[in-house]
């Protein structure tokens, strides 16, 4: 559990189930997940990258860390394409479009509604987060022929191993 997965696990394609209970194994879970994604210099870490289909994500996009439980994109504004990085595709990086600013409505491990929002950095990690608590990858976000093109390439490459920034 430790292990961060990578494309082709099952896990990463399921949709995840809403967390009901808010109990010490969650706590527990929240502080390991932090712990995962400090040690991959990742900025965020969603549970299906962990194998648990449930939603939940933690992040630090430069102000501590932060967790997310039943998130709920409820604002989003302008786009532009940033070049992208995922834990669970280490070494490749793709130009993602995306909002530029968003506000998520979500829970926090004391079952209380809190408001994430942010631009630049914070609103990137947010939505990558989400678009894994609903089966999508970063390749997901590719046109088709760009997507085809970088499957073939992680195919016939593989992965280098620790992500790097």
Do not use: W
């Not at 494309?7 to 399921?14: E, F, T, V």
């Not at 394409?81 to 600013?101: H, K, N, Q, T």
């Not at 088709?144 to 016939?156: G, M, P, S, V």
Request: hydrophobic letters at 35%; one cysteine or more; glycine letters at 8%.
């Amino acid at each position: 559990m430790n292990e961060i997965v990578k494309l082709g696990h099952p896990s990463l394609k399921s949709k995840s189930t809403l967390v009901r209970d808010f109990d010490k194994g969650l706590h527990k879970l929240i502080d390991q997940m932090y712990e995962i994604m400090y040690n991959a210099n990742g900025v965020g870490l969603a549970a299906p990258q962990i194998s648990k289909n449930i939603q939940l994500f933690v992040y630090d996009s430069g102000s501590g860390p932060k967790h997310c439980i039943n998130p709920r994109l409820i604002t989003k504004k302008d786009t532009s394409v940033f070049y992208e990085g995922c834990l669970s595709l280490p070494g490749y990086y793709f130009d993602i479009r995306r909002a530029d600013y968003v506000k998520v409505e979500s829970f926090n491990i004391f079952n209380k509604k809190e408001i994430h929002e942010g631009d630049e950095l914070t609103a990137r990690v947010l939505q990558h987060e989400i678009d894994h608590l609903k089966g999508k990858v970063l390749l997901s976000r590719l046109k088709r022929k760009e997507r085809r093109e970088a499957i073939t390439r992680i195919a016939l490459e593989g992965f280098p191993g620790k992500h790097e920034h």
